[in-house]
């Protein structure tokens, strides 16, 4: 554990890695008894917020994922390879999940606001009520509406968390200057189950680590992504993406 002075007394409104006062929790053990001291089991979820800007819901990326798609089905045969495509077309779907590298902010019904950080490998920092949901941004703007992102949650109960670990420390980068000792076992997975109404409707809340950028995805009860609507990428990325680039033509080759 790797623990901070900071006080939550974040400059003009904006988010402080150290001024944060949560801890730096790089073990099993450590993860599993702060979540038991934040009695996060049984919460109601109200709402998510993103500190920073989520990586993959800018035009570039967008596009980038909407073409590997169609690349896809068009090899597979799903979809004619005729043009143009409209920059979100009708029948494509892509994975709601969000790379960042700034908390993720989840407020319950209660009235609590949990912060998430794993944008390093083993290293998950958790607490509630220490970052206020306007604060304003991080290292950059947001750039997606995490609400719509992962909406399916929003009422859904937490049953159940899962620390998923591995012999390997994979990724490390000692961003933010921090450091990790040789351990038995790392964490490599944090995923809150939830539910709403009846049991084996279960959704997963999944955050994982990626060099120094994290992901949070939305998943099934086995693992696998949701997907979202290419046309319904416009609710997530309102006003932070012109209507001109939303609405816009593509011509796509897929010669190879």
């Known amino acids: 554990m790797v623990l901070s002075d900071g006080k939550n007394k974040f400059q003009n409104n904006e988010f402080s890695f150290w001024e944060w006062s949560a801890p730096v929790l790089q073990t099993h053990e450590e993860v599993m008894a702060k979540i038991k001291e934040l009695k996060l089991q049984g919460r109601v979820i109200k709402g998510f917020y993103s500190v920073g800007m989520g990586y993959n819901w ?7 994922a909407i073409y590997n798609t169609i690349k896809r089905m068009v090899k597979e045969n799903l979809i004619t390879s005729k043009g143009p495509f409209p920059f979100l077309p009708e029948g494509v779907y892509i994975s709601r999940y969000a790379e960042i590298d700034e908390p993720f902010l989840i ?3 209660d009235g609590d606001i949990l912060g998430i950080d794993y944008s390093e490998g083993s290293c998950v920092r958790m607490e509630l009520n220490t970052i206020p949901k306007d604060i304003k941004f991080g290292t950059n703007r947001r750039t997606f509406h995490p609400n719509v992102l992962f909406g ?4 859904k109960e937490i049953v159940a968390i899962e620390v998923t670990t591995s012999t390997e420390l994979d990724k490390f980068t000692w961003s933010h200057g921090l450091d990790i000792g040789e351990q038995d076992a790392y964490i490599t997975k944090l995923s809150l189950v939830c539910k709403k109404g009846r049991d084996w409707e279960r959704e ?5 680590s990626w060099y120094d950028y994290g992901m949070v995805a939305v998943t099934d009860y086995e693992g696998e992504p949701l997907k979202i609507h290419a046309p319904d990428i416009k609710e997530v990325v309102a006003g932070f ?8 033509q593509d011509d796509f080759s897929f010669d190879d």
Request: without cysteine; negative net charge; glycine residues 8%.
């Open 58 to 64: 800018t035009d570039d990326n967008i596009g980038e």
């Open 107 to 109: 407020e319950f019904e």
């Open 152 to 155: 399916s949650l929003i009422g």
């Open 204 to 208: 997963k809340l999944e955050l994982t």
């Open 241 to 248: 993406i012109d209507e001109e680039t939303l609405n816009h």
